[in-house]
T-cell receptor, first 113, second 111 residues
């Protein structure tokens, strides 16, 4: 079974630009999560999709971040416009039932310069 | 609020046993996870405890005391490949299925 795939693995953009991160969950996993780790801090929850619906977006830092999951398959996370403090590793995870043992992707390392 | 504490770094030698502690303070506790993360890779699931006691899985065991807000991950017969970051995370009933992570413990295993 293919794991959770994230693209790109690395992205370096200038402040003010737009970046879109993509996550392909494990096929059949209705639950999809985005997390972020900024340097020196813990991994923090951003939001949770159940199929195409946003179940919980309480962790989204501000309105420069937009997540979508059209069709309930892959998801995108857009940052527009990017700021320096957005730098970090963005992880996606999926699970079939949301209660046990997420599978994480390897993350996208975003650097805003 | 929530607070999860783990030691920042630990070192050990091959073949030894190491215990990584995690203490948490949170309302609505609904389970604790341990993940292993090698540098540049995805966190991978190790264990899940929701009831008090010890869960053993091969060389790895995880313990939970809900009354003390305390867990540990025990790694036996350490191997070089066990050098990684070990992440403690809790789930709260009020937070749905979102994980709340500690900062992680970097374990270095030397020969």
């Amino acid at each position: 079974e293919a794991g959770v795939t994230q693209f790109p693995s690395h992205s370096v953009i200038e402040k003010g630009q737009t970046v879109t991160l993509r996550c392909d969950p494990i096929s059949g996993h209705d639950n999809l999560y985005w997390y972020r780790r900024v340097m020196g801090k813990e991994i923090k929850f951003l939001l949770h999709f159940v199929k195409e619906s946003k179940q919980d977006e309480s962790g989204m830092p501000n309105n420069r971040f937009l997540a979508e999951r059209t069709g309930g398959t892959y998801s995108t996370l857009k940052v527009q416009p990017a700021e320096l403090e957005d730098s970090g590793v963005y992880f996606c995870a999926s699970s079939p039932d949301g209660n046990y043992g997420y599978t994480f992707g390897s993350g996208t390392r975003l650097t805003v310069v | 609020g929530q607070n999860i504490d783990q030691p920042t770094e630990m070192t050990a030698t091959e073949g030894a046993i190491v215990q990584i502690n995690c203490t948490y303070q949170t309302s609505g506790f609904n389970g604790l996870f341990w993940y292993q993360q090698h540098a540049g890779e995805a966190p991978t699931f190790l264990s899940y405890n929701v009831l008090d006691g010890l869960e053993e899985k091969g060389r790895f065991s995880s313990f939970l005391s809900r009354s003390k807000g305390y867990s540990y991950l025990l790694l036996k017969e350490l191997q070089m490949k066990d050098s990684a970051s070990y992440l403690c995370a809790v789930i709260r009933r009020q937070a749905g299925t979102a994980l709340i992570f500690g900062k992680g413990t970097t374990l270095s295993v030397s020969s």
